[in-house]
């Protein structure tokens, strides 16, 4: 089974059933995926497809085959001087020094990138009702909303596609 991930493609073992988040984390590597709950609910393992936040402990890889799926390391591109560039939602996070533990900052992020991605200009109330279905355990909701916020309004295509 071919995927498209972060601009790269994998060939990975086809399973009955097999989810793509254990895919990315046991097979590919791609650890910065979270695994939560594994239910559906906590958010922590949200990665895009097609540019729409999609959680990777419900998603069969049938259902991702040959789509453009987009991780937490293909976030941030490559400006043309060769260095890393953050992604503005990667930025504002680090800006606003957001992490506790960082275990739910991934999927986080992924789930504010989607969503600014497709809503470039949205209110505040929108940004908080687009991210009150991922958790944290630590309690930032503070700072994860001032970071979103911040990064409301700025370029927000994701990065790995374009890039390289
Ligand atoms: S680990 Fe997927 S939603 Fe919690
Ligand atoms: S920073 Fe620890 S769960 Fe969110």
Same mark, same amino acid.
């Given at each position: !089974?071919?995927?498209?991930?972060?601009?790269?493609?994998?060939?990975?073992?086809?399973? #009955?059933?097999?989810?793509?988040?254990?895919?990315?984390?046991?097979?590919?590597?791609?650890? %910065?995926?979270?695994?939560?709950? $594994? $239910?559906?609910?906590?958010?922590?393992?949200?990665? !895009?497809? @097609?540019?729409?936040?999609?959680? #990777?402990?419900?998603?069969?890889? =049938?259902?991702?085959?040959?789509? #453009?799926?987009?991780?937490? @390391?293909?976030?941030?591109?490559? /400006?043309?001087?060769?260095?890393?560039?953050?992604?503005?939602?990667?930025? +504002?996070?680090?800006?606003?020094?957001?992490? &506790?533990?960082?275990?739910? !900052?991934?999927? &986080?992020? !992924?789930? +504010? =990138?989607?969503?600014? %991605? &497709?809503?470039?200009?949205?209110?505040?109330? @929108?940004?908080? =009702?687009?991210? /009150?279905?991922?958790?944290?355990?630590?309690?930032?909701?503070?700072?994860?909303?001032?970071?979103?916020?911040?990064?409301? %309004?700025? #370029?927000? &295509?994701?990065?790995?596609?374009? $890039? /390289?």
């Amino acid at each position: !089974m071919d995927l498209h991930i972060n601009g790269t493609d994998y060939t990975v073992a086809e399973g #009955s059933g097999r989810l793509l988040v254990y895919t990315l984390r046991d097979e590919l590597g791609l650890t %910065g995926t979270k695994i939560g709950c $594994a $239910a559906g609910f906590c958010g922590a393992c949200t990665v !895009m497809v @097609e540019g729409v936040a999609r959680r #990777s402990c419900l998603t069969p890889l =049938a259902e991702v085959e040959g789509k #453009s799926i987009t991780t937490i @390391e293909g976030l941030a591109r490559r /400006a043309e001087d060769g260095a890393w560039l953050l992604h503005p939602v990667q930025q +504002a996070f680090v800006d606003a020094q957001v992490p &506790q533990c960082g275990w739910c !900052m991934s999927g &986080q992020i !992924m789930t +504010a =990138a989607a969503y600014l %991605g &497709q809503n470039p200009a949205p209110t505040e109330e @929108e940004l908080v =009702a687009a991210m /009150a279905e991922n958790y944290c355990r630590c309690g930032c909701y503070h700072r994860i909303r001032r970071a979103v916020v911040a990064a409301a %309004g700025q #370029s927000v &295509q994701a990065g790995s596609e374009e $890039a /390289a």
